[in-house]
């Protein structure tokens, strides 16, 4: 990541006042993405995404870290095409110590891999599959956030880690969401929902486990409470490394479990798998194998196939970090 200091003489002539210090970073990827039978687009397309993160840090005189960033991305749009570069929404935090506290457009419990790693490690280019891709299928109660062109309800996280424990909760205030259909441009309103999770973690060696509990309460007409809970385990031995999540909700009748492995064939070179099941009756697995190779300087060649309940999906390409 790429820094530059801004400590100007205006800063250092305020007496008391820290030196701030703005940071950009992110990455950028391109190559092909194929999925079978897509619908109103190629099966075979360009794929490519930017992303800016912009970070603005400062100390104060109480030792008191904060935090702000904005994150500013261009993508494919479906047909190989590139969108035009749009913003998200904002989010801040502040820590000392042990403590952390993030507020606005930011990731809850789950989202965050605080206590829980929830999406493991991911196949291809694009990490199409994931062990908890099934945990997002709509069947299931464990939910996806939205898109960047969509508002964002304010999220309130909090995590304290002390030592090899790790405790984490977050609230998500209720606030309607209004999105853009890509396909159409047109804007839509739902109601949202408004919830909460708590989890906690425990590091011991090379292994780590967590668990998670959380609960949505949906406000718009008809709408039903939806609780949850997620354990995960993770840990590596020698060259293999693996993560594993289990999940249940009141929105599936089934429980919800994947995991991914990843496998170091070399220095540079390391095989993936992921296997993700919803748990939801009627509904296929996600199953896919793929691979990632460092060419050096924050730059890998990725690639993968597999299968998306019963959709052949597959990328390759290149990926650079900055």
């Known amino acids: 990541m790429k820094k530059v200091l801004f400590a100007t003489t205006a800063l250092v002539a305020t007496a008391g006042m ?7 970073g992110g990455f950028g990827r391109f190559g092909l993405y194929h999925q079978e039978n897509a619908t109103g ?4 397309r360009i794929e490519q995404r930017f992303r800016l993160t912009i970070t603005g840090q400062t100390t104060s005189d109480n030792g008191l870290e904060f935090e702000g960033r904005i994150r500013f991305q261009t993508d494919e749009n479906g047909s190989g095409a590139s969108s035009v570069a749009k913003s998200s929404a904002a989010g801040f935090a502040v820590s000392t110590g042990g403590f952390r506290l993030d507020v606005g457009s930011v990731s809850n419990v789950i989202d965050s891999g605080d206590v829980v790693n929830y999406f493991g490690y991911g196949v291809g280019l694009t990490s ?10 709509t069947a299931v109660g464990f939910g996806t956030k939205g898109s ?3 508002t964002v309800a304010p999220t309130v ?6 030592g090899d424990f790790t405790v984490s909760a977050s609230v998500t205030d209720d606030a309607d969401t209004i999105a853009v259909d890509p396909a159409t441009n047109v804007l839509t309103t739902t109601t949202g929902n408004s919830s909460y999770q708590i989890g906690a973690g425990y590091s011991f060696g090379n292994y780590a486990v967590g668990a998670v509990f959380g609960s949505t309460e949906n406000t718009g007409p008809g709408g039903s409470d939806n609780d949850e809970w997620l354990l995960g385990f993770t840990g590596d031995i020698g060259a293999l490394a693996f993560a594993i999540i289990v999940g249940d909700s009141d929105a599936q009748s089934d429980v919800s479990y994947g995991f991914s492995v990843k496998y170091d064939v070399g220095a540079a070179t390391e095989i993936r798998f992921v296997f993700s099941d919803s748990g939801a009756p009627g509904n296929s697995d996600t199953i896919a194998l793929g691979f990632r190779h460092s060419l050096g300087g924050g730059v890998s060649l990725q690639g993968g196939i597999g299968d998306d309940q019963g959709t052949t999906k597959a990328d390759l390409g290149v990926i650079f970090n900055f």
């Open 148 to 150: 960047d062109l969509d």
């Open 41 to 44: 687009n190629d099966e075979t």
């Open 128 to 137: 199409f599959a994931e062990q908890s891709s099934e945990f997002s299928n």
């Open 18 to 24: 820290a030196a701030a210090e703005v940071s950009f």
């Open 157 to 162: 996280k909090l995590r304290y880690t002390v």
